[in-house]
């Protein structure tokens, strides 16, 4: 996953969804799925685009985010879709970058704590209770044999609930909007939200500061969400996302 920097074809049916807008493609991820930003035809939105997979569909993440945007800050859907083989979301733009754009790279310290206090402020947001979506170690593990991921067996037995909250899902820093203030803005990327253990995302939120910003960033992330680090939890949680 990174912002690219060759160029990027830009698939027919972006080039639909812009309607004349001019495109700037932003992200592309794992799937082969891109982001576009697209200005200049009244007020700038977002395109995601990607081929269809296993693990989650862009009509989930649609869901979830007209669900939370009760709640907290994050993009307002305004059209999604799909055929065969790809689906897309069109969103308003919200005016701050992600986490690990080059200018917030530069400033690790304001960036990590952007993050450890939107996801803090994300879990004390969401009602557990009303939350339609589940998390949990066993729907990873199932949605992750479903993928012919083999899981092993130790991860099956996962530590004891801390505390339950509505879960990211994906929170590593590149889904926290930070604004030009260098305070977090809003979250994006929630396909996969739903409820689980906090430690879920504090561990693969602490964990990604290493791929977006070197070493040495965990504990400052674990602090900024305001919580002890609890290294058994963390390294439970870091396995499981890096197995299934
Ligand atoms: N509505 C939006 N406003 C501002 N930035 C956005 C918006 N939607 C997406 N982005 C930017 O595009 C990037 C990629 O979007 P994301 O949903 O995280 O895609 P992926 O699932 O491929 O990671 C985000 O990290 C964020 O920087
Ligand atoms: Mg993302």
Redesign the pocket.
Known sequence: ?TIPTDDVVVPDRVRLLARGADLEC????D?G???F?ATGQGDP??I?W?PRNLEFTLSD?AERMQWASQWITV?TVLESGGDETHEWMV????????A??PRWVAEPAVAVRAVGEALRAMHDALPVADCPWDWSVSSRIENAERRGIVVPDHLRTAPEIDLLVVSHG?ACC??T?VGDDGRWL?H??L?LLGVADRWADIAVAAMSTEWNYGPGWEDALIEAYGVEPDRERLAYYRELWNAA
């Open positions: 996953m932003v992200w592309r991820n799937y799925g891109l982001t930003r939105f977002f995601k990607g993440e993009p969103t308003a733009a919200l005016d701050g970058l992600s690990v754009d994906d590149p889904n909007l809003a994006v990327d396909a």
